[in-house]
């Protein structure tokens, strides 16, 4: 019985074709959303939820199309993606520069680390009263909270990359005389990419998580505001569609890193 079973298995998947099992999971992508829609929809069918409770995603969709139309989600998801952009550009600037030279100093590191793990141990309450008097401006204020949050992954993934570079690859660029731009330039930053790229990934979600959080906190615009004011009005539908929004930014910003990455590795398929 199994064996007729795999057998039956693999003619099915010979059958498929080509393109389809090479791309099976983008395919997947619609139908578990569909899925999911279908039993949200189900749920407050059975169960006869009020929409400031749960409301059904036709609510949630009318309610995003009527905001983006009225133009409040495109103003307010501009100024939150400014602010992301803007912190995650502080901190992708810093990280790299920061954390490579902590990876060709490692006593440099050994004594600048301790500090740098205390920084994340601090709470965002704790140091948001101090971001405000010092910066006046909100924006920049969100931004910085974004940086100090996404600062640190990126910092360490270029150390891990900048370290884990094999001393033969070293030795073999001073055999052939090599300088030190040519030994960055060749050898370290390829090297080095798919490790940092990966802290990028994280860096850059993490950064619309400071920018979100902040904007909870204090902000009088952006999709965080646009949360806080959907609480306040008990105007569900919005909050949700809100928190799409910024899902669907979190995911873009995501997904471009992973094309940025796809287009930068592409030489390392090609040695394979």
């Known amino acids: 019985m199994c064996a007729k079973m795999s057998a039956l298995l693999w003619k099915a998947n010979k059958d498929v074709p080509t393109w389809i099992r090479q791309h099976i999971q983008y395919l997947l992508i619609p139908i578990v959303l569909g ?21 059904s995603p036709r609510e949630v969709a009318q309610s995003w199309a009527e905001y983006w139309q009225r133009g409040i989600f495109p103003y307010h998801l501009s100024i939150t993606l400014f602010e992301v952009l803007l912190g995650f550009g502080i901190a992708l600037t810093f990280a790299s520069s920061v954390g490579y030279l902590l990876a060709k100093m490692p006593l440099l590191e050994k004594i600048v680390s301790p500090y740098l793990v205390a920084t994340q141990a601090i709470p965002l309450v704790a140091i948001a009263p101090l971001i405000i008097i010092w910066i006046s401006t909100g924006i920049v204020q969100n931004a910085l909270i974004a940086a100090l949050i996404s600062f640190f992954p990126m910092l360490i993934n270029t150390i891990i990359g900048v370290r884990g570079i094999r001393d033969e690859y070293r030795a073999l660029m001073r055999s052939y005389a090599a300088t030190r731009w040519q030994v960055f330039s060749k050898l370290e930053v390829p090297a080095a990419l798919p490790v940092f790229l990966g802290g990028v990934r994280v860096g850059v979600t993490l950064s619309v998580i400071g920018v979100v959080v902040a904007e909870l906190m204090w902000a009088d615009r952006g999709l965080g505001f646009l949360i806080n004011f959907a609480q306040g009005q008990l105007d569900t539908p919005l909050l949700f569609a809100t928190v799409v929004t910024l899902s669907m930014m979190a995911i873009t910003l995501y997904v471009t890193v992973v094309l940025i990455e796809k287009i930068f590795l592409r030489w390392r ?4």
Do not use: A
């Not at 899925?35 to 409301?55: A, C, G, M, R």
């Open 35 to 55: 899925l999911f829609l279908w039993f949200w929809e189900t749920l407050i069918i059975v169960q006869n939820y009020p929409s400031f409770i749960l409301p």
């Open 269 to 272: 398929r090609n040695v394979q």
